[in-house]
């Protein structure tokens, strides 16, 4: 069974940077689109960047013009690379993968086990 391993979070100062990548582990079948979330304490989850399997992005407006989503299909990758970051940003990042258990199971949305990033002012 195909599972999501995160790795890339830290701490960072303000105006710093940091790459979170997401790898699939295991198997999962007709990948399509590959995001990621965050969740800050008492907030909800909410979207930060997705990327279709054509390669169109969208980003939260919070985010846009500073993060940058992409992946690498051969390794069934996804990045995040955090530019320009804020206290804001400061949040468990998880990344999210559309796919299939198996070749013939319904399209299902895998999670990673989040990453921290701590944003310092």
């Known amino acids: 069974q195909g599972q999501l391993v995160e790795s890339g979070g830290g701490l960072v100062q303000a105006g710093g940077s940091l790459t979170l990548s997401c790898t699939v582990s295991?198997?999962?079948?007709?990948?399509?689109?590959m995001g990621w979330y965050r969740q800050a304490p008492g907030k909800q989850r909410e979207l930060v960047a997705r990327?279709?399997?054509?390669?169109?992005?969208n980003y939260a407006d919070s985010v846009k013009g500073r993060f940058t989503i992409s992946r690498d299909n051969a390794k069934n990758t996804v990045y995040l690379q955090m530019n320009s970051l804020k206290p804001e940003d400061s949040a468990v990042y998880y990344c999210?993968?559309?796919?299939?258990?198996?070749?013939?199971?319904?399209?299902?949305?895998?999670w990673g086990q989040g990453t921290q990033v701590t944003v310092t002012s």
């Open positions: 999210s993968i559309q796919g299939k258990r198996t070749i013939v199971a319904p399209t299902t949305l895998f």
């Open positions: 295991g198997s999962i079948f007709r990948i399509t689109t």
């Open positions: 990327i279709t399997s054509g390669g169109d992005t």
